[in-house]
T-cell receptor, first 109, second 114 residues
Framework: GQNIDQPTEMTATEGAIVQINCTYQTSGFNGLFWYQQHAGEAPTFLSY??LDGLEEKGRFSSFLSRSKGYSYLLLKELQMKDSASYLCAVKDSNYQLIWGAGTKLIIKP | IAGITQAPTSQILAAGRRMTLRCTQDMRHNAMYWYRQDLGLGLRLIHYSNTAGTTGKGEVPDGYSVSRANTDDFPLTLASAVPSQTSVYFCASSETGTGGGEAFFGQGTRLTVV
């Protein structure tokens, strides 16, 4: 079966750096996405990786290793507004998105 | 900029009743999707449409139907609601069904079946 694994919850301190990991086992691979979802709101797009390596976008970076079935989202200079759930999703061989259950990130002052 | 709009935002529905969740996008995206989101689970695909006039089944299609008569609208119908269909429903769209384009989500419909 297809599976996306990410930690259920993480806690970090304002101003610090946090890394959210995602491992996947899917039938085929056509890219990996990270989304942010604040409580009670819709998911919003953060990043897309289809080739190995690091993609940097401001305070957020995303890394992909296809051979290891692994990605991480790195958030720097954490702000209170970064408290949210972070969803990892992979497009499989049929171009359908397979979603992880999300990682709830709690930021403490 | 409207993007993608869902209606209603929330609904309490008696079991056995029929219900249609509406979804409209103004981005001229070819692909549209319906997901349900339940606590502790990832988003699960119910039905999708890669282009107007075509639809396909996702991971959890039973009890739901969709239609795609035009590019903009993608309604989801529960023919006879059951309590297990209590969930938050998200409609999404992307420029194409393939490729790396991200999906844009509506604000969600919180449905409670009692």
């Amino acid at each position: 079966g297809q599976n996306i694994d990410q930690p259920t919850e993480m806690t970090a301190t304002e101003g610090a750096i946090v890394q959210i990991n995602c491992t996947y086992q899917t039938s085929g691979f056509n890219g990996l996405f990270w989304y942010q979802q604040h409580a009670g709101e819709a998911p919003t797009f953060l990043s897309y990786n289809v080739l190995d390596g690091l993609e940097e976008k401001g305070r957020f970076s995303s890394f992909l290793s296809r051979s290891k079935g692994y990605s991480y989202l790195l958030l720097k200079e954490l702000q209170m507004k970064d408290s949210a759930s972070y969803l990892c999703a992979v497009k499989d061989s049929n171009y359908q998105l397979i979603w992880g259950a999300g990682t709830k990130l709690i930021i403490k002052p | 900029i409207a993007g993608i709009t869902q209606a209603p935002t929330s609904q309490i529905l008696a079991a056995g009743r029929r219900m249609t969740l509406r979804c409209t996008q103004d981005m001229r995206h070819n692909a549209m999707y319906w997901y349900r989101q339940d606590l502790g689970l990832g988003l699960r695909l119910i039905h999708y449409s890669n282009t107007a006039g075509t639809t396909g089944k996702g991971e959890v299609p039973d009890g739901y139907s969709v239609s795609r008569a035009n590019t903009d609208d993608f309604p989801l119908t529960l023919a006879s609601a059951v309590p297990s269909q209590t969930s938050v429903y998200f409609c999404a769209s992307s420029e194409t069904g393939t490729g790396g384009g991200e999906a844009f989500f509506g604000q969600g419909t919180r449905l409670t079946v009692v």
